[in-house]
């Protein structure tokens, strides 16, 4: 197992690799989810004021 | 052909299809990138010249393809978008550029990472690099054109030119291997005369490649939705302020 995470030597070029790729892509999911259920909450609200403003 | 892209061209209709499909896109994205980092970091063996560093290739090319490959979709998407000028194109293209930047951000820095234990150096002003380098500004100078202009028409124009423009630096990127004399190594997938690669450490790049298409076309889709979904907010904004200022107007 140790050996395995060695990588024959190269595991700080091989590890940071993967790490770095994990974070930037599941940064990019939680932030276009979070764009998107922000837009939801904002068109939700509007909706309810079109509905109490107009008479 | 043209009446049935219009059609899916259609908000509505894209809202109804791309909800329909992305549950199913999203699940097979993540069984594709399971299968992929299993075989790229536990089934494949090490390389004959490059022991284990081989397994950086197997997230450094996928982003690298991407880079391009995400910047050639949205040049099109801008194209389309200028001669049709269809918001949808607009849209999808301002969906992506976050994508396209972020993967060439990935290539910059696994390659640097992958080029310190093979050339001796994080980095080096090489064609390939310094042209990849570029792309990532361009990447960079869109987005910041979008933010910069307020209304939605002008900016998409703006930025689609822009974006047209930028597009010469993807022919760069790929001849800059054969072109000038660079450190990178020249293409060995995507050659003229089959692979250059054995099977055991191709098929899972190739696995990789596809699980990182699929999710640059899974987040693409959602973005695009995002953003339709923006506008509609937009124009709900200002039909409030608008009523709310007839009412003023009645009022007075």
Same mark, same amino acid.
């Given at each position: 197992?140790?050996?395995?995470?060695?990588?024959?030597?190269? %595991?700080?070029?091989?590890?940071? @690799?993967?790490?770095? !790729?994990?974070?930037?892509?599941? $940064?990019?999911i939680?932030?276009?989810?979070? %764009?998107?259920?922000?837009?939801? @909450?904002?068109?939700? !609200?509007?909706?309810?004021?079109? $509905?109490?403003?107009?008479? | 052909?043209?009446?049935?892209?219009?059609?899916?061209a259609?908000?509505?209709?894209?809202?109804?299809?791309?909800?329909?499909?992305?549950?199913?896109?999203?699940?097979?994205?993540?069984?594709?990138?399971?299968?992929?980092?299993?075989?790229?970091?536990?089934?494949?063996?090490?390389?004959?010249?490059?022991?284990?560093?081989?397994r950086?290739?197997?997230?450094?090319?996928?982003?690298?393809w991407l880079?391009?490959?995400?910047?050639?979709?949205?040049?099109?998407?801008?194209?389309?978008?200028?001669?049709?000028?269809h918001?949808?194109?607009?849209?999808?293209?301002?969906a992506?550029?976050?994508?396209g930047?972020?993967?060439?951000?990935?290539?910059?820095?696994?390659?640097?990472?992958?080029?310190?234990?093979?050339?001796?150096?994080?980095?080096?002003?090489?064609?390939?690099?310094?042209?990849?380098?570029?792309?990532?500004?361009?990447?960079?100078?869109?987005?910041?054109?979008?933010?910069?202009?307020?209304?939605?028409?002008?900016?998409?124009?703006?930025?689609?030119?822009?974006?047209?423009?930028?597009?010469?630096?993807?022919?760069?990127?790929?001849?800059?291997?054969?072109?000038?004399n660079?450190?990178?190594?020249?293409a060995?997938?995507?050659?003229?005369?089959?692979?250059?690669?054995?099977?055991?450490?191709l098929?899972?790049?190739?696995?990789?490649?596809?699980?990182?298409?699929?999710?640059?076309?899974?987040?693409?889709?959602?973005?695009t939705?995002?953003?339709?979904?923006?506008?509609?907010?937009?124009?709900?904004?200002?039909?409030?302020?608008?009523?709310?200022?007839?009412?003023?107007?009645?009022?007075?």
């Open positions: 197992m140790a050996e395995y995470f060695a990588m024959g030597g190269y %595991a700080d070029f091989v590890w940071p @690799a993967y790490g770095i !790729t994990a974070l930037v892509t599941l $940064g990019l939680v932030w276009s989810v979070r %764009a998107h259920r922000a837009v939801k @909450a904002r068109i939700a !609200t509007l909706e309810a004021n079109n $509905g109490t403003a107009r008479p | 052909m043209a009446k049935s892209l219009q059609r899916f259609n908000p509505a209709r894209f809202m109804a299809l791309s909800g329909a499909v992305l549950p199913w896109a999203a699940a097979a994205t993540a069984l594709t990138l399971s299968v992929g980092l299993y075989l790229a970091l536990v089934a494949s063996p090490p390389d004959y010249q490059q022991g284990e560093t081989v950086m290739m197997y997230v450094h090319v996928p982003s690298a880079a391009s490959a995400g910047y050639a979709s949205m040049a099109l998407a801008c194209a389309v978008g200028l001669i049709w000028r918001p949808l194109a607009f849209a999808s293209a301002k992506m550029a976050p994508l930047a972020a993967f060439t951000f990935l290539a910059l820095v696994t390659g640097s990472l992958w080029g310190k234990p093979m050339w001796g150096a994080y980095w080096v002003w090489d064609a390939r690099l310094t042209s990849v380098l570029v792309l990532f500004f361009i990447y960079l100078g869109y987005i910041a054109l979008w933010e910069v202009i307020e209304d939605f028409g002008r900016a998409a124009r703006a930025t689609s030119v822009f974006c047209l423009a930028g597009a010469v630096n993807l022919p760069v990127i790929r001849f800059s291997v054969d072109w000038w660079t450190l990178h190594q020249p060995s997938v995507a050659r003229l005369d089959g692979p250059a690669i054995h099977s055991s450490i098929t899972p790049l190739l696995v990789m490649a596809l699980g990182f298409t699929l999710l640059l076309l899974v987040l693409t889709l959602f973005r939705r995002t953003e339709i979904m923006e506008r509609r907010a937009a124009s709900l904004e200002m039909q409030q302020a608008q009523a709310g200022m007839t009412v003023r107007a009645q009022n007075g």
